[in-house]
């Protein structure tokens, strides 16, 4: 027995000494003897009940309801003589309550009660006034401990299961599903910053906006429109920072920021830029500033759940990867590496040497699986969260990939300090994993091209192979759709084209607006990015 199952029968061998310490008091005061030995046999009830309790020689049930019995007719028996026994009646309710909840609190406090009267009757015809009132006082505290018991019961057996945390976790998972069944908004954050900024434009007219959501300690842009320079853009960061430190509007010049407030607190930092020439009391900034913080406060609350839910789609996410990643290491890559020390022996005893071609051929074979499972088993265990940015990320992935096929993959980096939002870059991530994997495996490359621009919130990354491009589509292939539906998560666009020269090009690109009806970024081209030889 661990010691969270010992615990309810601690609190009952307390509650039992303490309630037998009160009452002994009083009646050593007043030398009632029949009252003194009335406690000595609830005593002696309690102690056998202790034991029992402990060695478990009898059901719970049987033994709190035989406890209730008897302490009910010790207590009748000496009522007629003396009233100062009855406090006794408090305690099996309690101790019913801890082990078998509000109903095992029910059955004891009626047969103790019972047993009570009956005895009453039998010893001394009736109930006097005060032995009644006696009575009904200390069955009233006895049924208020219960109800403190069953709490407890509840409390006490929830530490002492082992799967109670899994049984609390899919009932909020269950609630999650059903709710999310009835969200007229969705869960789609890109989406519901869309529509945060188009209602700040619909109030204020502007000219650049960006909707800033929270990372540890930093504000990543969730989303921007804008119909000015990438320049203007960047200079929101300074005033989020201050807005969301000060979590109160903020003014500099035309440009203003103000938070969006839900009921746990801010969820993110709107910064927008007024035209130029731009009256801000002719336009009404502050009070408009003042009715926008309170007509999106139900907008904050629905993009506050979606980033929670992305968060914890993305935890669930990761640990899966990681737990398929030690399944395959523990089970199928031992399995068929112990092939390859078979193939070995069987070559040390062959005696034509067709036999041995074939068995070499075998021990190729082996040592090929062998490295494409090492290969998926990084893949799998290969996070963004480990890298300082997603240039980083793939450039490490690409390199280990390099070193494994022999195949030689460039990777040119263009960021920014911003970093997008950690959905958005594990997407793009495993796209271009996806597609760096293919590359190799699939169009037998000569060479790999990786080019990955970050303009936070918007990106692109773009992955040339000079191999035997586009292929016609396998019934075992689902490379391409997974790729497909990873950046239709994030809101963003694939697109296969062939490369100059040969090969394929995979193009994925995330817009920051939110919409196509507006250019948030002017991307350039890749001219001054850094290149790293992966």
């Known amino acids: 027995m661990t010691d969270a199952d010992r615990?309810?029968?601690r609190v009952a061998a307390i509650a039992r000494i303490i309630v037998l310490i009160a009452l002994t008091g009083p009646?050593?005061?007043?030398?009632?003897?029949?009252?003194?030995?009335?406690?000595?046999?609830?005593?002696?009830?309690?102690?056998?009940?202790?034991?029992?309790?402990?060695?478990?020689?009898?059901p719970i049930a049987v033994l709190t309801t035989a406890e209730a019995l008897l302490v009910g007719a010790v207590c009748g028996i000496v009522v007629d003589t003396s009233t100062a026994v009855i406090g006794a009646l408090c305690v099996p309710p309690f101790t019913a309550s801890v082990f078998r909840g509000l109903w095992g609190m029910a059955t004891s406090l009626c047969a103790e009660l019972a047993m009570l009267v009956v005895f009453a009757f039998l010893i001394g015809g009736t109930l006097t006034p005060e032995q009644g009132s006696a009575a009904f006082s200390w069955s009233v505290t006895g049924l208020g401990l219960g109800l403190i018991g069953t709490f407890l019961h509840g409390t006490l057996v929830e530490r002492s299961d082992p799967l109670a945390p899994y049984h609390y976790a899919q009932s909020l998972l269950r609630q999650l599903i059903d709710i999310s069944e009835g969200l007229d908004s969705g869960l789609d954050p890109v989406a519901l910053g869309g529509s945060i900024l188009s209602a700040v434009r619909d109030e204020v007219p502007t000219v650049a906006m960006t909707l800033y959501v929270a990372r540890g300690d930093a504000l990543l842009p969730l989303v921007t429109k804008s119909l000015g320079t990438p320049d203007e853009v960047r200079q929101f960061e300074g005033l989020a920072a201050d807005c969301w430190r000060e979590c109160a509007p903020v003014r500099r010049d035309r440009?203003?920021?103000f938070p969006l407030l839900a009921d746990s607190g801010a969820t993110g930092v709107v910064v927008a830029a007024l035209p130029e020439g731009a009256g801000v009391r002719a336009i009404g900034l502050d009070e408009a500033v003042r009715r926008l913080a309170g007509t999106l406060r139900p907008s904050a609350v629905h993009l506050d759940t979606a980033l929670l839910f992305a968060?914890?789609?993305?935890?669930?996410?990761?640990e899966e990867r990681r737990r398929l990643a030690r399944e395959m290491h523990d089970g199928v890559a031992q399995d068929i590496a112990s092939l390859g020390y078979l193939a070995d022996a069987l070559a040390a005893v062959?005696?034509?040497?067709?036999?041995h071609q074939r068995i070499t051929l075998l021990r190729e074979r082996v040592s090929a699986i062998v490295a494409e499972i090492r290969r998926s088993l990084v893949n799998l265990r290969t996070s963004i969260g480990e890298s300082e940015s997603l240039g980083a990320a793939?450039?490490?992935?690409?390199?280990?990939?390099?070193?494994v096929s022999g195949v030689p993959i460039h990777v040119t980096a263009d960021e920014l300090t911003e970093r997008l939002r950690p959905e958005v870059e594990a997407e793009l991530f495993r796209i271009a994993q996806e597609a760096m994997n293919n590359a190799v495996k699939h169009a037998h490359a000569?060479?790999?091209?990786?080019?990955?621009?970050?303009?936070?919130?918007?990106?692109?990354?773009?992955?040339?192979?000079?191999?035997?491009?586009?292929?016609?589509?396998?019934?075992?292939?689902?490379?391409?759709?997974?790729?497909?539906?990873?950046?239709?998560l994030v809101s963003g666009h694939l697109e296969l084209t062939d490369a100059p020269g040969g090969g394929l090009?995979?193009?994925?690109?995330?817009?920051?607006?939110?919409?196509?009806?507006?250019?948030?970024?002017?991307q350039p081209d890749f001219d001054n990015g850094t290149r790293v030889k992966a």
Do not use: Y
């Not at 309690?46 to 478990?56: C, E, K, N």
């Not at 062959?350 to 036999?355: F, L, Y």
């Open 311 to 318: 968060a914890f789609r993305d935890a669930a996410s990761a």
């Open 27 to 58: 009646v050593l005061w007043t030398r009632d003897a029949a009252a003194l030995l009335a406690l000595l046999v609830i005593g002696a009830i309690w102690a056998l009940a202790t034991i029992v309790d402990l060695r478990g020689v009898l």
């Open 394 to 403: 793939i450039a490490s992935v690409a390199r280990n990939l390099s070193e």
């Open 350 to 355: 062959a005696t034509t040497d067709a036999q």
């Open 7 to 9: 615990l309810p029968f």
């Open 505 to 522: 090009c995979v193009s994925v690109t995330i817009r920051g607006d939110g919409g196509p009806e507006e250019i948030t970024v002017v």
């Open 446 to 488: 000569d060479s790999i091209d990786v080019h990955c621009q970050v303009r936070a919130p918007a990106a692109r990354i773009t992955v040339t192979d000079d191999g035997r491009g586009l292929q016609p589509g396998r019934r075992d292939s689902h490379g391409l759709k997974i790729m497909r539906e990873r950046a239709l």
């Open 255 to 257: 440009v203003f920021a």
